[in-house]
């Protein structure tokens, strides 16, 4: 119940594309859902995040769109450039007590020149 | 840069070493975090300090000892691994008080002969 379920694990989309990095998750309790994005030497960084309270988050091409009822969230590139390169998690949480992210197995996402 | 230091950021030691991951941050936060990257895994929280206090101590093997003197510094004492524990050790931070928002040092690479 604790798991956040990400796919796919490797994603190649030409320059100018829409990547789309799907995630899903079981624990009800979970109200606050963030993307990182991790480049090659580098810590994971904020990106983007999200509540349940809202169906969608959009911050310049980045887009996070949330299904409650599924329990499903995902991530949305637009017009994908080389420098999006990167790896990207999604991390689920409770916004009070208990600091824990569950994050999900990463994408590795390539955005073809 | 995320305002958080991790040194070393390349560790090689034998199974038999003692050596010690320092973590420092300078953003005015009073939880710290150690997790644990290996390829094609979740990110594994490994243990969280609050306000200086273990808080969370997710069934790491004794042979990690965390150690947080200050809200500003956290250590990973290793001794006697073994060459699985081979990975990149993420140090983060955040505030207790609302939105937990993780922010990451870039790591330390290890690698266990």
């Known amino acids: 119940q604790q798991q956040v379920k990400q796919s796919p694990q490797s994603l190649i989309v030409q320059k100018g594309g829409i990547s789309i990095i799907n995630c899903a998750y079981e624990?009800?309790?979970?109200?606050?859902f963030p993307w990182y994005q991790q480049f090659p030497g580098k810590g994971p960084a904020l990106l983007i995040a999200?509540?349940?309270?809202?169906s969608e988050k959009k911050e310049g091409r980045f887009t996070i769109s949330f299904n409650k009822s599924a329990k499903q969230f995902s991530l949305h590139i637009m017009d994908s450039q080389p420098g999006d390169s990167a790896t990207y998690f999604c991390?689920?949480?409770?916004?009070?007590?208990?600091?824990?992210?569950?994050f999900g197995t990463g994408t590795r996402l390539k955005v073809l020149a | 840069e995320t305002g958080v230091t991790q040194t070393p950021r390349h560790l090689v030691m034998g199974m038999t070493n003692k050596k010690s991951l320092k973590c420092e941050q300078h953003l005015g936060h009073n939880a710290m975090y150690w997790y644990k990257q290996s390829a094609k895994k979740p990110l594994e929280l490994m243990f969280v300090?609050?306000?200086?206090?273990?808080?969370e101590n997710n069934s790491v093997p004794s042979r990690f000892s965390p150690e947080c003197p200050n809200s500003s510094h956290l250590f990973l004492h290793l001794h006697t691994l073994q060459p699985e524990d081979s990975a990149l050790y993420l140090c983060?931070?955040?505030?207790?008080?609302?939105?937990?928002?993780?922010?990451f040092g870039a790591g330390t690479r290890l690698s266990v002969l």
């Open positions: 999200i509540r349940p309270d809202v």
């Open positions: 983060a931070s955040s505030r207790v008080t609302g939105v937990n928002i993780q922010y």
């Open positions: 991390a689920a949480s409770q916004s009070s007590g208990t600091y824990k992210y569950i």
């Open positions: 300090y609050s306000l200086e206090e273990r808080v």
């Open positions: 624990n009800t309790a979970f109200d606050y």
